[in-house]
């Protein structure tokens, strides 16, 4: 079955970096986009970005534009997300996810996902 973990959370302070790994096991990771989505207690999970299989195509939220980077290494079925210049707003847990069938363009509104577990990322000076 799908396996996805999350891992690289933790306390950044305001315009610090951390960088999320995630995990996958279970399929052909290499055949299908991934992607990031966080999600604030109380509040709607948030799509963050998706890359596609072959890595060559990505697709971000307005709000990270710029400041996150999403990589992926299909022969270590490890995607990562490099996050910089970290705001207080990007404090959330943040969720691995894998589509079987969704675009990077309709992964954020896509309903058939896997998910991590998830892992909290807590930006604070």
């Known amino acids: 079955q799908v396996q996805l973990v999350e891992s690289g959370g933790g306390l950044a302070q305001p315009g610090g970096s951390l960088k999320l790994s995630c995990a996958a096991s279970g399929f052909i990771f290499s055949d299908y986009p991934m992607g990031w989505f966080r999600q604030v207690s109380g509040k709607e999970r948030e799509f963050v970005a998706a890359?596609?299989?072959?890595?060559?195509?990505?697709n971000y939220a307005d709000s990270v534009k710029g400041r996150f980077t999403i990589s992926r290494d299909n022969a270590e079925s490890t995607m990562w997300l490099q996050m910089d210049n970290l705001k207080p707003e990007d404090t959330a847990v943040y969720y691995c996810?894998?589509?079987?069938?969704?675009?990077?363009?309709?992964?954020?509104?896509?309903?058939?996902?896997?998910w991590g577990k998830g892992t909290l990322v807590t930006v604070s000076s």
């Open positions: 890359i596609s299989w072959s890595a060559v195509s990505t």
């Open positions: 996810a894998a589509s079987m069938d969704a675009t990077i363009w309709t992964f954020a509104r896509s309903t058939n996902l896997h």
